[in-house]
């Protein structure tokens, strides 16, 4: 049997605790060679910051935000580096690797012969992938600080904003997931994720598009995303980071909801 490193939560009874040991399962495969791949994924968001946000940042100089504060073009470009790792982390995690698991290893099958059902199984790989992401978040913050991009406190702030955006983006994943039918079909999710990359405020402001294309931009999950953290970490929060909050909670529901129904009707047919 498969030793779980999790630590155990006294009170844990029925969904939440079968759950949770979905979660566990993940953790004792780090074992593997998979810390590697763990490990390298921390890489990514920090050398886009340092190529961009400050190798182009001098050639830019200071943006003026939409509030009138003025900030260096690496402390524009640093928040949405954060919301595109936690983005990408969730996507790998509930993408790839679910689809493998489901398609490949039968390994939801095993699963499901024991008292977990399909629900359980995808609030537990969410959970693991955000264990994943807030590991993500939390050592690019610190390198945010240490870089004097934002402060402490807000930084604090920011870590649940980019855990909640890991969340939203995970349960999109496991949707997503359950309509594939082999692994060609990811060059379509993945021409997907570069295009909001590049397209969702990360390096330039909404402002700066046409008015048509700006109601696109602003209508993306990722853009919702950089709004939120980039107000909590550069431009101070108001009333839009709240429609971010709401919009990136109702992506979360409906991909959790959707996901579990999927995965019913195709591991249980």
């Known amino acids: ?83 595109a790792s936690a983005m990408s982390g969730a996507l790998a995690e509930t993408t790839f690797n679910f689809f493998g698991k489901m398609k490949y290893m039968k390994l939801y099958d095993g699963i499901l012969a024991t008292p977990v059902q399909p629900f359980e199984i995808a609030l537990g790989e969410l959970g693991w992938a955000m264990l994943r992401g807030t590991l993500y978040s939390a050592v690019f913050l610190a390198v945010m600080v240490a870089m004097d991009l934002t402060s ?77 953290i980039r107000g909590i970490t550069v431009a101070g929060a108001g009333v839009s980071q709240l429609v971010d909050v709401l919009y990136l909670v109702a992506v979360l529901a409906f991909g959790l909801v959707v996901a579990g129904r999927r995965m019913g009707r195709l591991l249980c047919k």
């Open 1 to 83: 049997m498969v030793s779980f490193v999790l630590p155990r939560l006294v009170g844990l009874r029925g969904p939440v605790r079968r759950s949770v040991s979905v979660a566990e399962r993940n953790v004792a495969a780090l074992r593997s060679a998979y810390w590697i791949v763990l490990v390298s994924g921390l890489f990514e968001p920090m050398l886009y910051l340092l190529s961009i946000g400050v190798g182009v940042g001098a050639l830019v100089g200071d943006l003026s935000l939409p509030g009138g504060r003025v900030v260096s073009y690496a402390a524009f470009v640093a928040p949405a580096m954060l919301a």
């Open 152 to 228: 402490p406190s807000r930084a604090l702030l920011a870590l649940p904003a980019a855990v909640l955006v890991g969340f939203a983006f995970g349960g999109l994943g496991m949707t997503i997931s359950t309509f594939m039918r082999s692994w060609q079909d990811f060059d379509l999710l993945g021409s997907v994720q570069f295009t909001l990359f590049l397209f969702s405020g990360t390096f330039v402001p909404a402002e700066a598009y046409p008015s048509v294309l700006r109601w696109v931009v602003e209508a993306s999950p990722l853009y919702r995303a950089v709004d939120l």
